[in-house]
């Protein structure tokens, strides 16, 4: 009753209406609009650079942030004075800065190309040390032994001459010379050098995802099934780990992997990041994902073929993948994995192929192996269809104009059978 429509001072709408029930007057104010928006401390410069991310986004009602880095790491968090990060980039190259967030049900994304450039150090010269000089010895001063004075022998006056008894001269103890001890020489630690220049190697370990570190052993063990948000093919992930009864698993799909990582050397579906939140130690998860079947089609490889591989120190691992049945024009499959990372759904060919069978006659995973609770499931053989697959990784649309071909020579046919049939009985 009585709604009414202003501006407040800030300019954000704000709606008065009074309550037909009680007559209370009642307010109901507008959000803005989130506007993403972000700014880096420093944009380029020397290995190893570190940089300081702020996040500048207004309005809106944030609730999740998600920083990747452009070198295979990122920081997600959901509390406000944690979304400014800091990260060190490494290794020299030209990276793409990505910021998500979240705002009430949906989430926003700003994605910069080439926002941080990272260039080599300069030459330095390495000190030439010195060696230290070694201590003198110095010798303890010989000690003068010193006798004690002979006694004179004096007779005694008596008409009797009477020798003294002759008086033992006992000798002042000879001191005992005590020599200081040796010392020992202990030369100076010598002093590690470390070159300034960037690693560049692809042996160097990947930062690892920016979290707050946990003592081993804190928390409850446990495992734990939660549905996935976001928007990739990872529907379903169950994990087992440490304090893990509250855990959030988000996985979004990008559009490419990281610059300075190998391509893998197949066709690739889909890459995603995946990103816990709300855990303390994860030790192992199984990643249960669909393909289209529209999608797979017309490809000289069967469906056993699709594997999940994972990003790990720069380089794709391919992991134990199962196919678990299909549903609602989709292949279903699940996968083991020791943690969450980037992950690429791929078709197996002859370099990379694990030795698994399909999940329809063995079971995909055992409590002895991740110590995941059984779970039973409708599992069932699939017939195997091609796979279709885009060379450069991306969806190929199925094609309907075939379909709608066929269906049209089906109804010629059958109007070409029916006036044949008409004529010959007339």
Known sequence: MYTSLALDGAGNPRISYRDGGNGNLKYAIGIPPLLLNFTASSQNGPAPLTVQFSDTSTGGSPSLW?????????????????????????????????????????ASTLSRSGYVTVVAPPETTVPTTSPTPEPTLTSLPTPTITSSPTPTLTPSPTPTITSSPTPTLTPSPTPTITSSPTPTLTPSPTPTFTSAEGS?????????????????????????????????????????????????????????????????DRPVYQYIEVIPERYTIISAALIEFDVPLFSIADHPDSMKNVSLCRLNNRTWMCLPTYRSGSNN??????????????????????????????????????????????????????????????????????????????????????IGVVLIRNRWEG
């Not at 959901?78 to 980039?89: F, K």
């Not at 063990?221 to 304090?243: F, H, K, P």
Request: glycine share 10%.
């Open 66 to 106: 998600n920083w990747s880095f452009g070198d295979g790491t990122w920081f997600n968090s959901s509390v406000t004075a944690l979304r400014n990060p800091s990260h060190v980039y490494e290794t020299p190259g030209t990276y793409t800065v990505t910021l998500t967030v979240q705002n009430l049900s949906v």
């Open 200 to 264: 560049g190697s692809a042996d160097d370990p990947l930062p690892a995802p920016s979290s707050t570190p946990v003592p081993q052993g804190a928390g409850a063990l446990g495992c734990q099934t939660v549905n996935v948000g976001g928007d990739s093919a990872i529907s379903r992930v169950t994990v087992s780990g440490l304090d893990i009864s509250d855990i959030i698993v988000t996985a979004w799909k990008i559009a490419s992997q990281p610059k300075g990582v190998a391509p893998l």
């Open 329 to 414: 024009g989709k292949a279903l499959y699940r996968a083991e994995s020791p943690e969450f990372s980037l992950f690429a759904i791929t078709i197996q060919n002859e370099t990379c192929k694990a030795p698994l069978e399909s999940i329809s006659t063995a079971s995909p995973v055992s409590e002895k192996s991740t110590g995941y609770e059984s779970q039973e499931s409708n599992i069932s053989a699939i017939p195997e269809i091609p796979v279709k697959i885009a060379p450069g990784g991306s969806n190929t649309e199925f094609s309907f104009m075939l379909l709608i071909i066929s269906i049209m020579g089906v109804i010629g046919i059958g």
